[in-house]
């Protein structure tokens, strides 16, 4: 059965470290893959995405690798700040403009 | 940039009554929208796809009857939730590509919180 899986419901960590979340996917053959922020009662908001022949996409802290072996994503904050802390979404798309979700990563900077 | 607004925002209504949700682009067009429906500490699922000028189309499992779906302009979708029950309260969100962006980038409303007494 196909599957999205984002490694852990929620993530602590200490203000200033780098947070790491994973996306694995199974049965997808996705050509791009996505990173949404989410905030409590609030749509997702667009991060960053990044195509199968790419290996890493940077934007200001953010880093995202895909590998289209593993059918994993990694998503990294450097130098995380409290403001990050939110729900953090991967997307896989699956045909034209049709996406599917993780479930999400909760993620909590702590000063 | 884009952006994508949703009314209500929140809204309770009484079993069996129907709730319309709107969805609006409100400084672009769109021939789709998508609606998805989140519970809590879960991921969006899509409901349905939302063309205008056409026939929405449902994902499995979706009841067309039930979810009815209009999409009467280029900037307005509507999701109307007929004959509600508490197991229909969720936070619903609709997004739109944004044409001429790289892979269509979505935007997403700020989502509409339902609760069925």
Same mark, same amino acid.
């Given at each position: 059965s196909?599957k999205?899986?984002?490694?852990?419901?929620?993530?602590n960590i200490?203000e200033g470290?780098t947070?790491?979340?994973?996306?694995?996917?199974?049965?997808?053959s996705?050509a791009?893959?996505?990173w949404?922020?989410?905030?409590?009662?609030?749509?997702?908001?667009f991060?960053?995405l990044?195509?199968?022949?790419?290996k890493?996409?940077r934007?200001?802290?953010l880093k995202?690798?895909?590998d289209t072996?593993?059918?994993?994503?990694?998503?990294?904050i450097?130098?995380?700040?409290?403001?990050d802390?939110?729900?953090y979404l991967c997307?896989?798309?699956i045909? /034209?403009n049709?996406?599917?979700f993780g479930?999400g990563?909760?993620?909590?900077v702590?000063? | 940039?884009?952006v994508v607004s949703?009314?209500?925002s929140r809204?309770?209504c009484?079993s069996?009554?129907?709730?319309?949700?709107e969805c609006r682009?409100l400084d /672009?067009q769109?021939t789709t929208?998508?609606?998805?429906r989140?519970f809590p500490?879960?991921?969006?699922m899509?409901?349905?796809?939302s063309?205008?000028?056409s026939k929405?189309t449902?994902?499995q499992?979706v009841?067309?009857?039930? /979810?009815?779906?209009n999409h009467?302009s280029?900037?307005?979708s509507?999701?109307?939730v007929?004959?509600?029950h508490?197991?229909?309260?969720s936070f619903?969100?609709?997004?739109?590509?944004l044409?001429?962006t790289?892979?269509n980038?979505? /935007?997403?409303?700020?989502?509409?919180?339902l609760?069925?007494?």
């Amino acid at each position: 059965s196909q599957k999205i899986e984002q490694n852990s419901e929620a993530l602590n960590i200490q203000e200033g470290k780098t947070a790491t979340l994973t996306c694995n996917y199974t049965n997808y053959s996705p050509a791009y893959l996505q990173w949404y922020r989410q905030d409590p009662g609030r749509g997702p908001v667009f991060l960053l995405l990044i195509r199968e022949n790419e290996k890493e996409k940077r934007k200001e802290r953010l880093k995202v690798t895909f590998d289209t072996t593993l059918k994993q994503s990694l998503f990294h904050i450097t130098a995380s700040q409290p403001a990050d802390s939110a729900t953090y979404l991967c997307a896989l798309d699956i045909s /034209f403009n049709d996406m599917r979700f993780g479930a999400g990563t909760r993620l909590t900077v702590k000063p | 940039g884009a952006v994508v607004s949703q009314h209500p925002s929140r809204v309770i209504c009484k079993s069996g009554t129907s709730v319309k949700i709107e969805c609006r682009s409100l400084d /672009f067009q769109a021939t789709t929208m998508f609606w998805y429906r989140q519970f809590p500490k879960q991921s969006l699922m899509l409901m349905a796809t939302s063309n205008e000028g056409s026939k929405a189309t449902y994902e499995q499992g979706v009841e067309k009857d039930k /979810f009815l779906i209009n999409h009467a302009s280029l900037t307005l979708s509507t999701l109307t939730v007929t004959s509600a029950h508490p197991e229909d309260s969720s936070f619903y969100i609709c997004s739109a590509p944004l044409a001429g962006t790289p892979y269509n980038e979505q /935007f997403f409303g700020p989502g509409t919180r339902l609760t069925v007494l």
